[in-house]
């Protein structure tokens, strides 16, 4: 073989051509073939004919072999391709090593937004896009009346209601329920050394089914176990896990409880957290068959949830409700409860019912984190940018070498990739702690906040979150280069020539939308700042600091409701005496529930001798008190408080709220006056300050309060007021409590300000969050000044020195880079705070008592960036000035 | 020829084309004449699958093939082996004789196998 002609090496000028390759090797063939039988003495004519039927099918062969070479084609393509790629990694890597102050500035920058752009996608992703944790729970809804002002008893059902709708409904495939009115450490694990408490929630027997939960071990109930007593429990996973260590024979088991023998029947399953999902930050530890017979005659207790028939949408769920209420009794003992319901019966969809409040806020934090990465990528397309030019002459060489543009581009994109993946990568492992950290945050009253964790759509969404910011921060840098002309860089010579101040224009424009991103985060986080410090000045009507509460046990057992009340009445008079006794206690008092916690309500008192239209006054929240309990929460009143002598055989006496009051008997004086309920008569002793019952931030409704000597509480919550830090009583009160009663267990002892803190603690959570994104994003917008005036110092550095040797002072030449640098800045607030004030409607519905138009925000934002935007532009107006301006004319 | 034929004769050609290129680069057309040549003419080949067989021993990497000018001036496309190509005609070449031992063995056998050797 000779070697390929020079001919030859120019026929793949315009790319290779498998089919021509093909045909000339075939006719190649034919070609000697027929030379090789002239030369044995055939005819011409007659050679092609022999040559061609000893060949056989040109034609098949030659499309077998287009299909071949294309293939081979592709190959070679992509194999070029990848190693070309692989060339271009090497290369980066070696570009940033060269430079690896770039290289770790722009990874950390990265990290930092790309971390809390994981972060919040998995949050969202567990609380908005993911389902619930149940099967097929798109089937299940909750079903509850509409949104009222008497708390949690205008929120739920009666037992009747309850077996009436499951009866007559058509649509699902089964309802259930739990009893709502449950509290903290509600029980007590007795029958060892120390009574110890517990949480646990009584639900309908078919709740599980419902649900789509299988038990770990044993069984769950059944529907017929919530008909009458049955001493029988389910453990929950994590219980039976730190009570009972693991008994793998737990089943079958009795345990005490309150003193009575229950059987353990089954544990559930490590997935199924009832408190994630239905009471946020609280911990279940077990659970008991909820029996409707008993509960018949005590109102509203239980919620509802359904799981629908397949195929059954929401909104015939609604409609086949509508249908039944009008035939739904509140109690089918009495007749005039018929259709108690009507127009209460309203499906949402469970997940909207569990997170459906937190969608606006969820929404708002992605939008926050979306900034953030838009700003790190603009603020490392500045960076690339001033690199890409400090690198104009390697890009004007290579391309002189015959480097495409397009390859350029490429080495650019490969660069940022890289660096965005390094980023993505440190990163993830920042949202890994962060979402460990929150996961375990278990004072957030968040829901399904324990379920926190990074999962392969997580993953995903990292991968794509890298790609997305290489691809905005390369491309503009890599396109600048791209489109210079490569003749001109190569000419150029000193470094202030030319193309440097040729790209200014456009970092400028990057810095300036980069401040405007960050203006927009740091309003938003002042104005969630401002509404948080508002909640917190909200007068909760009551004094949440030097107070503290613990769950009171006691045996009030008697034959009858009087002798009840007399025995509870002499049992927690003794409690208070005792508790008060312990120095630094100032007040004590009890209380069956606590502001912003569970409440109830129980009926509708009238106005003795007043004639109000129906549905005009208002079903109260009940809390049944003890002399001591207002004092205990310093909650202002006026008239009397109660006292041990308002006991059984004393007149009928109530407290009621300010608002109360004011339907009541308004423009009166309420102390004095009678309420009437039924035929009894409650004389109001004094009228109390609105505590807020169920929220912070929402609006108070009527509230009455009775002694714990005239009507039954259910639970005492005892609450001392103390001068001291709260918690370091907790000891001492405890122990008077065993000294009473032995059987006390070692319930917790909160300060009533966690409660306040757990309530306000997903706004808290928000805010939070925001705020520190603003604040990445504050420092991103100076890293972003910094790098530009730094950079256009430099550049000039030449024309600083002219001047300066024409006579500019020190003073002149700082303030015209200062100057310069504020411009950026003015420039960039100018356009943030008209982005700030549109998006500042869009979160107006977040905000708590704060205009989104708040001025000290807007006022707060401004200093906050010019303060910022001075200091990075002082540091290079510092070096400006340092010039030397011989040197520099010298070194030109 | 017919099919049955054709089958086992396509599996033996990419031996013999991998046999025809050790002794250095050939072209399509000298691979056939060398065919005929060493066989004594025996092995007849219609011309046209040859190409085939070549291509797809090129893609899977067993040929190189570049441009070349033939003995008389055309431009012809020379193939030759890889290393792998080597590698793989040292095997087939073992496997092809131990095949054709196995076969001749038991086409040259004098009498039936012992009863015990078929047990």
Known sequence: MTPTPIWRRYARLFGPDPAADVKNELSFHLQAKIDDLVAQGWSPEAARHEAERQFGDVRAVQQIGQ?????????????????????????????????????????????????????????????????????????LVWIAPRPTACGLSCATYSADAYEEFREQSRVYQDVTGYMAFTTADNLRLTGRAEPEPATGFEVIGNFFQVLGVQPDMGRLFTQHESRGPHPIALLSNAYWRRQFASDPAI?????????????????????????????????????TPLD???????????????????????????????????????????????????????????????????RRSLIALWCAVGAILLIAGVNLSNLLLARA?????????????????????????????????????????????LIAWLAHQGSVALPLLSSLHIDGQALGWTVLVAVFTAMIFGLLPGLRIASGNLQEMLKDSGPGAGLGRKHEPVRAALVIFEVA?????????????????????????????????????????????????????????????????????????????????????WDTPVPKGKIFAPGELPDPLVYVITPGFIRALAVRMHGRDFTWADGPHSERVVLINASAARVYWPGEDAVGKILMRDKEEDRVVGVVDDVHEETVEGGTGSQIYYPAMQQGPSGAQLVIRTSLPPTTLAASVLRALRELNPKQPAAEFRPIQTIVDR?????????????????????????????????????????????????????????????????????????????????????????????????????????????????????????????????????? | ???????????????????????????????????????????????????????????????????????NNRKAKFYQLTAEGRRQLRHDVRTWEAYATAVAKVLGARRPPLPKEIA
């Open chain 1, 759 to 892: 309530a306000v603690s997903p706004r808290r959570f928000f805010m939070l969050l925001v705020a520190v994104f603003a604040g990445i994003g504050l420092v991103l917008a100076a890293l972003g000044i910094y790098g530009v005036i730094s950079y256009s110092v430099t550049q000039q550095a030449q024309a600083i020195g002219i001047r300066m040797a024409l006579g500019a002072s020190v003073g002149q030449v700082r303030r015209q880079v200062l100057a310069g640098t504020l411009r950026l800045a003015f420039a960039g607030m100018a356009l943030g705070t008209l982005l700030a004030l549109a998006v500042a409607k869009l979160i107006s519905s977040l905000l708590f008592a704060t205009s989104s138009w708040d001025l000290p925000t807007y006022l707060g934002m401004a200093l906050a960036l010019l303060l910022v935007a001075a200091a990075s532009g002082y540091i290079p107006a510092r070096r400006a000035s340092g010039v030397n301006p011989m040197e520099v004319l010298r070194s030109n």
């Open chain 1, 67 to 139: 299909r071949i070479g294309e293939k081979m084609e592709r190959r070679k393509r992509l194999q070029d391709y990848w190693s070309d790629s692989l060339q271009d990694v090497r290369y980066t890597f070696r570009t940033l090593r060269r430079d690896p102050g770039f290289a770790a500035i722009s990874i950390l920058i990265l990290a930092l937004a790309i971390g809390a752009n994981i972060a919040v996608f998995s949050v969202i992703n567990t609380l908005l896009l993911r389902p619930l944790p149940f099967s097929e729970s798109r089937q």
């Open chain 1, 389 to 433: 030019v400090a690198r104009a002459k390697e890009f004007a060489v290579r391309g002189a070498l015959g480097a495409s543009r397009g390859r350029i581009v490429r080495q650019l994109l490969m660069e940022s990739l890289l660096l965005s993946s390094a980023g993505a990568s440190l990163g993830l492992g920042l949202a890994l702690i």
């Open chain 1, 517 to 601: 991103l960050a203006c927009v985060l740091l309003v938003s986080a002042g104005l969630l700042l401002r509404s948080f410090v508002k909640v917190l000045d909200v007068d909760l009507g009551f004094q949440p600091d030097r107070s503290a509460s613990i769950k009171v046990d006691y045996d009030d057992s008697a034959p009858t409701e009087e002798a009840r009340q007399a025995k509870r009445g002499e049992i927690f008079q003794q409690i208070i005496a005792r508790v008060s006794a312990l120095p630094g206690v100032e007040a004590a008092g009890i209380s069956d529930y606590l502001p912003l916690g569970p409440n109830r309500e």
């Open chain 2, 1 to 71: 020829m017919d099919t049955a034929k054709l089958e086992f004769f396509r599996g033996t050609l990419d031996v013999l084309i991998l046999k025809a290129l050790v002794w250095g680069p050939l072209h399509g057309y000298a691979i056939t004449n060398l065919l005929r040549r060493h066989s004594d003419d025996a092995l007849l080949l219609e011309e046209g699958t040859l190409y085939p067989a070549l291509w797809r021993l090129e893609n899977r990497g067993l040929l190189d093939a570049e441009w070349g000018l033939s003995e």
């Open chain 1, 292 to 358: 409707l017979n008993l509960e018949r005659d005590w109102g509203n207790i239980v919620t509802l949830i359904g799981r629908l028939k397949p195929a059954v949408t929401v909104a015939q769920a609604l409609d086949d409700a509508n249908r039944v209420a009008p035939s739904i009794y509140f109690n089918v003992k009495y007749p005039q409860t018929l259709g108690r319901y009507k127009g209460d019966l309203i499906p949402v969809p469970l997940k909207d019912y569990v997170t459906g409040k937190l």
């Open chain 1, 251 to 287: 089943v079958g088991k009795a345990v005490e409880l309150n003193g009575t023998p229950v059987t353990i029947v089954g544990v559930l399953p490590d997935s199924f957290d009832f408190g994630a999902v239905f009471s946020p930050g609280a911990k279940v530890d077990l659970f």
